[in-house]
């Protein structure tokens, strides 16, 4: 079974430019989630989906941050404009309804 | 709201020894519980969880973990570290049918030869 892919792996920008991840979660995995890890710390959710639908956003900083999950499957998390603080990495998991998450390698994002 | 207490950013045991990382969570309604490691420039892989049943769970890698309401903890515990075990550690926690996660700070373990 292929597991969760996220591209790109590492990312460099400067602040006020725009990026964008690209994530495919395992394949029939309903559930979809964001979460950004800050160097130190544990990850935080952003943003759930159950299949093209939110769940949860509320941790979403909407000003700046967006994401969609076109059909159900492959999902776009969006920083415009970025900040320094943004810097981080951001994770993608998916999950089966009632099962665990799984977790993409995360992609890197330095903001300079 | 929920929220996870890592005790101990850091901890360094040697090779061989016991290895205990401490985890306290809060929770309005009855948790499911995860421990997740994390190896650099990896995501994370999940080691043991609670849901419900038996409070004592076992893992992957020889890890295990139990739960204690009375104490609200759910700490990791290996009898013998290997040096393949550094690496940092997250605990987390879900409401129940809810299963978006909120994790801990994450504790690095050092295995020392």
């Known amino acids: 079974e292929a597991g969760v892919a996220q591209s790109p792996r590492y990312k460099i920008i400067e602040k006020r430019q725009s990026v964008a991840f690209w994530c495919n979660p395992i394949?029939?995995?309903?559930?979809l989630y964001w979460y950004q890890q800050i160097l130190g710390q544990g990850p935080k959710l952003l943003i759930q989906?159950?299949?093209?639908?939110?769940?949860?956003d509320s941790q979403l900083p909407k000003d700046r941050f967006s994401a969609e999950r076109l059909k159900g499957v492959d999902s776009t998390l969006k920083i415009q404009p970025a900040k320094l603080e943004d810097s981080a990495v951001y994770l993608c998991?998916?999950?089966?309804?009632?099962?665990?998450?799984?977790f993409g390698p995360g992609t890197r994002l330095t903001v300079l | 709201a929920q929220s996870v207490t890592q005790l101990g950013s850091h901890v360094s045991v040697s090779e061989g020894a016991l290895v205990l990382l401490r985890c306290n969570y809060s929770?309005?309604?009855?948790?499911?519980l995860f421990w997740y490691v994390q190896y650099p420039n990896q995501g994370l892989q999940l080691l043991l969880k609670?849901?419900?049943?038996?409070?004592l769970v076992k893992g992957i890698n020889g890890f295990e973990a139990e739960f204690k309401k009375s104490e609200t903890s759910f700490h990791l515990t290996k009898p013998s570290a290997h040096m393949s075990d550094a690496a940092e550690y997250f605990c987390?926690?879900?409401?129940?049918?809810?299963?978006?996660?909120?994790f801990g700070s994450g504790t690095r373990l050092q295995v020392q030869p």
């Open positions: 394949s029939g995995h309903a559930t």
């Open positions: 987390a926690v879900s409401e129940a049918g809810r299963r978006a996660l909120t």
């Open positions: 989906f159950q299949n093209n639908g939110v769940v949860d």
């Open positions: 609670y849901t419900t049943g038996a409070t």
């Open positions: 929770s309005s309604v009855p948790p499911y």
């Open positions: 998991a998916s999950s089966a309804i009632q099962n665990e998450q799984f």
